[in-house]
T-cell receptor
Framework: NAGVTQTPKFRVLKTGQSMTLLCAQD?????MYWYRQDPGMGLRLIHY???????AKGEVPDGYNVSRLKKQNFLLGLESAAPSQTSVYFC??????????FGPGTRLTVT | GEDVEQSLFLSVREGDSSVINCTYT??????LYWYKQEPGAGLQLLTY?????DMKQDQRLTVLLNKKDKHLSLRIADTQTGDSAIYFC?????????????FGTGTKLQVIP
């Protein structure tokens, strides 16, 4: 049981480049989330999904897009990266109203 | 929406007790979770308390809940260097429809040997 996995672990982008972060979970969870973590800011929710084929905006959705074509996968896209998107990105999954299980994180630097 | 506040930093000596505090605003929270984030890793559930409880003890961990003041605390007895981490408070809304879990800013616990 791998839990929640994230790919890649590290990435460096130049301003304006695009990339996709992949999250996968093998716990059959309905809900999936993308957070970013910045010093002194805690965790801020970017987008979330309550089921396959559904997505919704969180607190800080601007500059990001997501897709959930399969229940086990949740993709986070950056179409045109900006230095303000330098952060650590965490994916999480859960059953409704239950504990969140987090992935190990992706450290993204945009220069 | 929910506001959750924690102090950013706490430093204790090995063997002492640590107390990490959290205040929140949504009185309808049913589960109140504490997550632990070790360096370079994601968050993991550490412990939790139901909103109808005042206290929960789990080995070296004690969680205290004051619902009237909307105050939650996590006490770690006999703090060890392995307890060095960031601790997040996360009150969870009641079941029924999707409601966002709000995390506090996290308290970084430094344990001095």
């Amino acid at each position: 049981n791998a839990g929640v996995t994230q790919t890649p672990k590290f990435r460096v982008l130049k301003t304006g480049q695009s990339m996709t972060l992949l999250c996968a979970q093998d716990m059959n969870h309905e809900y999936m989330y993308w957070y970013r973590q910045d010093p002194g800011m805690g965790l801020r929710l970017i987008h979330y999904s309550v089921g396959e084929g559904t997505t919704a905006k969180g607190e800080v959705p601007d500059g990001y897009n997501v897709s959930r074509l399969k229940k086990q996968n949740f993709l986070l896209g950056l179409e045109s990266a900006a230095p303000s998107q330098t952060s650590v990105y965490f994916c999480a999954s859960s059953y409704p109203d239950k504990v969140l299980y987090f992935g190990p994180g992706t450290r993204l630097t945009v220069t | 929406g929910e506001d959750v506040e924690q102090s950013l930093f706490l430093s204790v000596r090995e063997g002492d007790s640590s107390v990490i505090n959290c205040t929140y605003t949504d009185s309808s929270s049913t589960y109140l979770y504490w997550y632990k984030q070790e360096p370079g890793a994601g968050l993991q559930l550490l412990t939790y308390i139901f909103s109808n409880m005042d206290m929960k003890q789990d080995q070296r961990l004690t969680v205290l809940l004051n619902k009237k003041d909307k105050h939650l605390s996590l006490r770690i007895a006999d703090t060890q260097t392995g307890d060095s981490a960031i601790y997040f408070c996360a009150p969870t809304p009641p079941p029924g429809g999707y409601q966002k879990v709000t995390f506090g800013t996290g308290t970084k616990l430094q344990v001095i040997p």
